[in-house]
């Protein structure tokens, strides 16, 4: 069992964002719990830019928000999903 972070936010303090966008919920718990800002921005990476929907200003934390819209009826990621979150990764 993982010891919960004194920062970490419980599970029914995030479901009371009703009112936010899954991106914006997910942005505001992770702000909290880190304590820095997470802005989107984009990134030039070799050719390719990218615009993470989280990326804090010291630049130590990237990251993407996906919602679970995209599972299958046995709560599984469907594949084109995982692979779109591979190439985000």
Same mark, same amino acid.
């Given at each position: 069992?993982?010891?919960k ?7 029914? @303090? ?18 909290? @719990? ?13 050719y ?40 985000d990764?």
């Open positions: 069992m993982s010891r972070s004194p920062d970490e936010i419980p599970i029914e @303090e995030f479901r009371r964002l009703p009112d936010k966008s899954d991106e914006q919920r997910v942005r505001d718990a992770l702000e909290k @719990e880190f304590g820095k800002k997470l802005a989107k921005r984009k990134m030039k990476i070799g390719y830019t990218h615009e993470f929907d989280l990326f804090s200003e010291d630049e130590t934390i990237a990251g993407e928000v996906k919602s679970g819209k995209d599972l299958d009826r046995n709560g599984k990621i469907k594949p084109y999903r995982f692979a779109e979150l591979c190439l990764c």
